[in-house]
Every structure is written in C-alpha cells, then in structure tokens.
C-alpha cells in the first residue's frame, strides 16, 4: 500500500511516500520520496514560530514539494486532467483560505495523472492552527481531486513510530538507489512512549496499537520549549535545543563540573508528571545575579540545565516504568535528538531495566518530518480507520484521541 504524507503543524513542510507492507506485528516500509523544506531560517529573526508566517510558507511551499515527492518516487505522470465542475468548485472553496494555494494547485493536478497511491495521511494535530489547517486543507483537496481515502494522524503519534522504526537489513545492492527501508516489528506491548518536543512534554501508555492513556505529562512547559527558552536568555538563536547542547557537550569533552547547581523540579513528588518553568526560573535568576556571562559560564549553566532536565526526564520515565511494567520504552519528538539524554536513557536502561527494550529514532527521523505520518498511516490504514473529515486539533493531547 502506498502512502502519501503530509505534515504542516509547524516549522517544516514535509511530504513522503512510502511503500508500506505487512500486518502491525511485521510491518516494512520503503521511502519512496521525501521532500521537506524547514522554515528556521525565516522564523529565527522572531525567536521562535510566528503562526501567519509558517502558515504562508506552507501554502506557498507545498504544491513543489508535493512535484518533488512524487518525482522522486517516480509517480509523477504529466496528462492534461479535467476536474469536474463540482470537483474545481469543492476545490476552491477548501483552498480559499489558504492564500495562492488554489492557483498552483489547480495548475498542478491539471497537468498530471492522479499518481498510483492508495491513501493520504495528514497531521490534524496537536501544533499551530493556522498550519495544520494548510496540511488538512490541501489533503482534502488531493483526496477530491485524485478521489483517494484521507487517514488523519497525530503528530505524536508520528513521534512513536519514527522512534519503532528500525532500519530494515539491507537485501541486494540495489536498496541505497530505491530509498531507505525501514521496519517496524518487535515491539513488545505496553509500550511506553516519552514524547519530548517543543510543545509536548507526556509519557504516554500503549497497551495495543493506536490506543493511547496518559501516564504523565508536563504541569507547565514543554521541555523543547524549556530549551528554546534557555537559550534565549544565553542569547543563542532559534531553535535553542541544538545551541545548548553544543555548548553543554563541550563542557562534557573539556571534563569540566558545572560550578552552578540548578533545581531538579518535581523530582520526588509521587507522580509521572514534571515541570520545567521552575528550572527555567532558576536559570534566569542565576543569570540576574551576574553582569555579562562569558563563554565558560553558558557552558556551564548549559552543561548543568541539560543534567536537570535529564535527571528529571529520566526519573519519571523509570517511575512509569515501573508502575506500567511496560516491556518496550520509546524517546519521541524533537528532544529526542539531544545526544546527552539518549546516552543518559541507553544506559540507564542498560543499568536498571535490562528486560525492557528501548527505541530511540534513528537522527534523521528525530525532528519533525512527513515519514513519521505515514508509518503512523499505515497502521491507520490496515485498520481502515479512514476519516470521513478532518479539523485541526491544536491542542489534543495524544490520550484523549478516540
Ligand atoms: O518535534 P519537534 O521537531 O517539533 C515539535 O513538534 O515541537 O521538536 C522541536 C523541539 C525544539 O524545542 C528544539 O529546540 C528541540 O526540539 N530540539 C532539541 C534538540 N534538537 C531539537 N532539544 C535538545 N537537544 C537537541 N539536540
Ligand atoms: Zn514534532
């Protein structure tokens, strides 16, 4: 089965298509196009994702990343296509809001044959309204015009699969030239999902696929979004997750302590839920109390902002653990690329839970992408959990979805 994905909910455009096979317990899952354009550059000048702005790129990027997706799969058939009347009027009345979208779209799929894909998978949430609505909207769009099912999938969601997936062995030579494979297979149920991105922050239970419940969840910010913010205040650009953990790196590589002792929030209380507004208060503090912070001090308080933040990530995922007895354990979302909390959860598991499996997501599939949806997709799609309408969900949390 051949899926066609898209993701808008935040700063990156991103469309795949992947050629699926398998039941949920075997699944494989070859890349046949994968086209992504990040809107950092542009955002960075805010300090953060400006809403109107990601939506406009969005709307102006994902007609030709959409072309390039498909040439790269090699789906791309050019032949004059008439819409029907009632299929252009549907058409334009989805793409209204989203500003030229309609035009390139119109030209698009007049010019080339409904491509051979079985379903769409789209992002309907959670993440910025305004950009999921320009993911759904050109997916409803695809799905008249090349009259092909819609799966809605969530972002997190995503998150988990891109962290089950494993690169599949590689079988004959001709595998680098088609794409990669990848493979989603011993997953042994409950799997417990610890999602870190910059709006999420959750450890989530699945006792079966696609069932979800919460265990635990940020009281305030996200974690991501305790690094953005961290760093911000370093005076380090957008997204500060990366800029910390250079500079905490070095300070690792040159065998420094941190002189700064910064709070651990939550660490004890009887929960699996944390907090990071604290420690980001701590941070400013610390900060206040000094007049120009050198190099060796960001370091430093880099250095010692990640040990919090893994301290606690770590002692609540243990804590779920245990009060689960889940048997797979799974690090998803943007975070999840931080090289100090993968070292710190590789052998923590090592250490304490050596039974349990751990699945981190291989670099390229850590930060946001089109991938993610359709693996996610997939399993939607052998249950034929097709959706009849999509609306962005800009605030669901993955537990809640029915
Ligand atoms: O999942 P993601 O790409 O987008 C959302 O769904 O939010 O996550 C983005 C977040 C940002 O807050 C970014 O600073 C953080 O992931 N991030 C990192 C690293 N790479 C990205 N945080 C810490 N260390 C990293 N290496
Ligand atoms: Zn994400």
Redesign the pocket.
Known sequence: MKILAIET??D?TAIAIVDAEGDEKSARFRVLGDALLSQVEIHKAYGGVFPALAKREHAKNIVPLLEAALEEAELLREDAQALSGKTRAAVVALLAREPGLEEQFLEFVGECEPPAIDAIAVTEGP?LEPALWVGINFAKALGLAWNKPLVAVD?MEG?IFAALAREAPAEGHLLQEEGALLQIGDAEMPVLALL?????TELVLMKEWLRYELVGRTRDD????A??KV?RMLGLP?????E??KLAEAARAAGQASPFTLPRPMLDSPSCDFSFAGLKTAVLYLLKERTGVGGAEKRHIAHEFENAVADVLWKKTARALAETGARTLVIG???S???H?RRVFTEKMKEEYPDAALHIPAPAL???NAVMIALAGYYRALRKDYARDIIARGNRALAERR
């Open positions: 909910s935040c990156e993440g972002h998150h870190v991105s910059g709006g999420h996200a974690v991501g979004e690094f953005d760093a957008y997204p500060g997750g990366p910390i953990s979302g943007g975070v690329a931080n090289a909390l850590t930060t946001d």
